[in-house]
């Protein structure tokens, strides 16, 4: 049910810092930012010059409170690779499906999350120690 690796993220303490780096150094570019309040981030997600709507991208996390995971994340192993997220048709379903299988789930109901997306996370201690994230892109 994974169709594409949709981002990776990195926690950052300073979104505005972080983007200027990555797009200084690497050239990347930005492709949206948002706030979402009930995830406690201020984001933006870079991407490859020319790679449009293809494109995996590089997702800048912010936190906006220290309580929220990517500041208690920040306050635990600094600033560094946080999330792999796959994309997937169906967030739903997939969810079910790695349940099935007893993974853990974090959400009962998939979230809201960029671009109104739907997504959900399997626990990063039932995944290798990496926090996997399923993200359903907005139709
Ligand atoms: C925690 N642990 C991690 C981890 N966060 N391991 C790998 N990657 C991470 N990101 C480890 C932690 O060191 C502990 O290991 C263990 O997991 C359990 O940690 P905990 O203290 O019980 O739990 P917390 O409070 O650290 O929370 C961890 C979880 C939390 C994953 C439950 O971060 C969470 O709810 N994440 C999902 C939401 C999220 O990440 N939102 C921000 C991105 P030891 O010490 O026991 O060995 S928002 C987003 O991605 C959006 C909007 C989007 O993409 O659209």
Redesign the pocket.
Known sequence: FVTAID?V?IAVPDLDAAIAFHTEHFGLEVAHEEV?EE???R?AMLRAPGTAGTETAI?L?APLRDD???G??LA??GPGL??L?YRVSDVDAAAAALRAQGLRL?YDEAKR??SD?R?N?V???DAG???V?L?EPAH
């Open positions: 981002h993220g979402n995830q406690g981030v984001e997702q996390l929220s995971a990517i208690k994340f635990k192993s946080q999330q997220a974090l999350g960029t997306s997504v996370f626990h990063p201690k120690g990496v926090l994230e993200v």
